[in-house]
Structures are given as structure tokens and as C-alpha cells.
């Protein structure tokens, strides 16, 4: 039986799963130019779910020319009370049907519904509340200045912050609608209009979100959601001349791919790009923290997210407890479709992103490596991988240093840090890493702590947690890892434009 036809399912999912999906283009839904259709499958199952409009770069033409009549005309009319009180009433829209959108999330993404709603309410509802706070204070300075010429200094001159213009955002599979909802927030705080290209693998609830925003209020043309695929779609909004700015998160080789589009006009680029994100272990550390804190950096949404804590340094005084009880949980993982209440980690997106996990699965079983644990994929219906540990590894190994995004983590033991020269070398270990997302240190020493953070060359650090995440917290990688910064008053900046005036009276 598939999914839509599962009694399992709400009558409101099963009513949209059944649903005619178009293009969401100047707040109508039409058909695209070429006629293009995507197939989308539930991961659990491999079963279709539903069929969406795919666009084209035509559509993308359309939804570029409707955001920038939107951006020119009734949005630039509307003042940051009226932008504040839209955005809350979306996420007021969104936390409505909850239960409903999670579920949708679950179908297309394959993780657990716990943690879809968790996401979608803590995160993605929390996050638009967050940035709808801020398009009230967004402002200039006046700044002191004797410009050459002004009689007597008598001059005026003083900044205006404003929208960059209209924004092109290319989202991922991995956390559909949150991924979303981190580039709508704050560029509709800042007054910018947005064209929005989900993943084809994950469109279902950008289309839900689409209908939402014509639902609460917001003029034709501010947002245009449109699924199709990179090659074409995602290039021709990301090499598009009436396009101001480009947000991307994804992998770093298309990441590379968007930078070199974007530069036919010089269009503004953030990049949220790949991460092998260290965690590090000392003897003191609260291994009763440690051990489910290591487990869940390591295989939260199925390893299938850049934060992912997939290169564990442990002491080794403390190594076989930590691999001993990270192997452990990891076994006790109860894989199966998110629509089950029992569901620990769900499916990977495709087949084809499980081969490609279990193809490093197989090179790192060809090093001297030690498989701990997991290592094959599950047989039936779904695209599900055991969690994998393996220990002893090094960052010699492909394992070790290339970002797998599935449930693989490489253990790796260290020992001297007494001396300058024991954590020198511990830290240069951690930073050997094209990549710079995220890391933490788990240690009761907070002067330790504190010395470590400081020499990890990364975007983002975490003492005794992995990966602590706010709509706050300022979010991005340094390296190979991206370009800007998301989340909190930093990420709002990349969706403004400073504009000087000086008066002479």
C-alpha cells in the first residue's frame, strides 16, 4: 500500500498529495511554460506521492519580473509595521497546521515526525516571529562630518538602510521547510522580494508555504515559489541580471557553481555550503553527556545535515568508553518510515544517496579502519543505512576528510594535552579540513574550553553541546564551508544596501 493511501495519513494530506501542483508566480498558481513535471516519492516507501510543476528558465523569467514589479510597486509601499505583522501572521498561519505540515515534511523527507514538527514549531515558526521583529529596526546613523565646501561645517549626513532588491534562494533537501523559511525571513524583514527554488527532491511544503503567504495577505509577486531542478532552474535564477542577490545552501561544489553564475552581474552571494565538523573529547568530560551528545552530532537527520559531528577526537584514556557507548546507541537506532511513532532515524533522501554512502562505507572498510559498527545498508522497501562507526581512523582516510552526509562517524584517538605542544597538535588535527561549519569541546575545563574554541577554525563552536542553533545565533562557515553569515542581526545584513546622503545648508 503507498503512503497516499495509507489510513495513516491525515484527510488534509491525503487532499494534497491528490492535488494538481503548479507554479506559484505572482501569487497564482499556473502551469510552467514547458509543460515539465517532477515525480516525488516518499524515501521510507519509494512509493510516488505526488507529481509537481517542474520550471523552467522561462519561469524563472516570470517569477523574476513579478518579484521585481512586487519589489518597485505595492512592497515598497508597505511599512515595516505592515512587513512585521504579515510575517507573524504567516508563522501564526504555519503553526495552524502544524501537525498537517509535518506530516507532508515526513512524506518527502523521510525523517521522524517528532523531529519534523520539532523544526517546523521551534525553529521555523520561532525563526519567522524572530525576523518579523526586526523589520522594525532597521535603520541608519546620523554621522558628524565637515564635508570640504560646507560653510561654516554646516552639513547633514546621514545613512538609509535598504533592500537589496529581489532575492534568488535555492534550498536543500535535507530540512525542507526550515531551510525555506531561513531565507523568506529575513528578506522579507528587509523589504527584498523573493523567487524561491526548493529542492526537486523535497518541494511538497514550499508549495504549502506558497499558499499560506497568498492565505495571511502578502502582495502578488513578493514571494514565488518554484521547484525544479539545478541544472536549469537553479542556474537560470542564479545567473539571472535582474536578480540582486543569490542564498544558497547546499553542497560546496554547486556552492563554487552558484559563485561563478553570480558574477555575470555582481549580485550579492551568501553561501551555507558543507561541513566534517570535529567534536573533541577530553579525559574530564561528562561522558554520561558525552556518549548520547557524540551519537546524536553524529547521526541527527541521518547524518544528512552539514553540522553533522562526523569526526570524533576522543582522549584516548577515555576512547573505548566513548566508542564503546556511541556504538551502542548507535545499534539501538530504530530505523523505519517517520510516519511511526517508534522512529529513531529515518530513510536517506534517494537510492541514489544511499549508494553513494555505502560507496564510502566500502572505502573506508578498504583502510585500517576498525568497522565498529553498522556498515550495510537494510534490506526491503526504503533507503535506509545502519549507522556506521568505524575507529582508529585518520585524516588520511577519504572517510575522515570528505563530507559523506549520511550516518558515518570516524573516531579517532589523541593523547598528550598537557603540553603547548600536545594541543597544538591536537587543534591542527581538528582544523585539517577544507571545511569550517562547526566543532565542539567537551571538557569541565572551561578555561580549556574557552582556549579551544577560540583556536578552531570554524563558523560556529559548541562547549558541551554540538551545534546549538537559534534564530539568534549567528550561523555560517568559514573555509570551504561558505561565504556570510545567517540567522540573527548578521543575517539580515546580506539583504541590505547602505545608501549615504550628505546636505550642505
Request: proline share 5%; charged share 20%.
Amino acid at each position: 500500500m503507498s503512503a497516499v493511501e495509507s489510513n495513516d495519513l491525515s484527510g488534509e494530506t491525503r487532499d494534497f498529495l491528490t492535488t494538481p501542483h503548479k507554479l506559484f508566480i505572482d501569487g497564482q498558481w499556473t502551469d510552467p511554460v514547458g509543460g515539465g513535471t517532477i515525480d516525488v516519492f516518499d524515501p521510507a516507501t519509494e512509493s510516488k506521492i505526488a507529481t509537481v510543476a517542474c520550471a523552467d528558465g522561462d519561469d524563472i523569467d516570470r517569477a523574476v519580473s513579478a518579484a521585481r514589479a512586487a519589489f518597485s510597486g505595492e512592497w515598497s509601499k508597505i511599512n515595516s509595521h505592515d512587513r512585521t505583522e504579515l510575517i507573524w501572521r504567516l508563522a501564526d498561519e504555519l503553526e495552524r497546521h502544524l501537525p498537517f505540515v509535518a506530516e507532508l515534511e515526513v512524506l518527502d523527507n523521510g525523517m521522524p515526525r517528532s523531529m519534523a514538527q520539532l523544526a517546523i514549531s521551534s525553529f521555523g515558526c520561532r525563526f519567522l516571529r524572530y525576523y518579523a521583529g526586526w523589520a522594525t529596526k532597521i535603520h541608519g546613523d546620523t554621522i558628524p562630518v565637515s564635508p570640504q565646501g560646507a560653510p561654516n561645517g554646516a552639513s547633514l549626513s546621514y545613512t538609509r538602510r535598504e533592500p537589496v532588491g529581489v532575492v534568488g534562494a535555492i534550498t536543500p533537501w535535507n530540512v525542507p521547510l526550515t531551510m525555506a523559511i531561513s531565507k523568506l525571513g529575513p528578506a522579507l524583514a528587509a523589504g527584498c522580494t523573493i523567487v524561491l527554488k526548493p529542492s526537486e527532491e523535497t518541494p511538497l511544503t514550499a508549495l504549502v508555504l506558497a499558499e499560506m503567504s497568498r492565505k495571511v495577505g502578502f502582495p502578488d509577486g513578493v514571494i514565488n515559489i518554484l521547484p525544479g531542478y539545478g541544472a536549469t532552474a537553479g542556474a537560470a535564477l542564479a545567473e539571472h541580471d535582474d536578480v540582486n542577490k543569490i542564498a544558497f545552501t547546499g553542497s560546496t561544489g554547486v556552492g563554487k557553481k552558484i559563485l561563478q553564475a553570480a558574477s555575470g552581474n555582481l549580485k550579492k552571494v551568501t553561501l551555507e555550503l558543507g561541513g566534517k565538523s570535529p567534536v573533541i573529547v577530553f579525559p574530564d568530560a561528562d561522558l554520561e553527556r558525552v556518549i548520547p551528545g557524540a551519537a546524536r552530532a553524529a547521526f541527527f537527520l541521518n547524518g544528512q545535515n552539514c553540522m553533522a559531528g562526523t569526526r570524533l577526537f576522543v582522549h584516548e584514556d577515555v576512547y573505548e568508553q566513548v566508542i564503546d557507548g556511541v556504538a551502542e546507541m548507535a545499534g539501538s537506532f530504530r530505523l523505519g518510515s517517520g510516519l511511526l511513532p517508534d522512529t529513531d532515524l529515518g530513510p536517506l533522501i534517494s537510492a541514489a544517496q544511499r549508494d553513494r554512502v555505502l560507496a564510502y562505507i566500502e572505502s573506508g572498510k578498504a583502510t585500517d579502519a576498525e568497522l565498529v559498527c553498522g556498515g550495510e545498508a537494510v534490506e526491503g522497501k526504503g533507503y535506509f543505512v545502519r549507522p556506521t562507526v568505524f575507529g582508529h581512523t585518520s585524516m588520511e582516510m577519504k572517510i575522515a576528510r570528505e563530507e559523506i552526509f549520511g550516518p558515518v562517524l570516524c573516531v579517532q584517538a589523541f593523547g598528550d594535552t598537557d603540553t603547548d605542544s600536545g594541543l597544538d597538535a591536537l587543534v591542527a588535527e581538528a582544523n585539517k579540513s577544507i571545511y569550517g561549519l562547526s566543532a565542539s569541546v567537551w571538557t569541565r575545563d572551561i578555561s580549556l574550553a574557552h582556549r579551544m574554541a577560540a583556536r578552531i577554525d570554524s563558523g560556529q563552536v559548541s562547549i558541551n553541546c554540538h551545534a546549538a542553533v537559534d534564530p539568534a545565533i549567528p550561523f555560517g562557515g568559514n573555509k570551504q564551508s561558505g561565504w556570510g553569515r545567517e540567522f540573527g542581526k548578521e543575517g539580515l545584513e546580506p539583504y541590505l544596501k547602505t545608501k549615504a546622503t550628505t546636505v550642505m545648508f
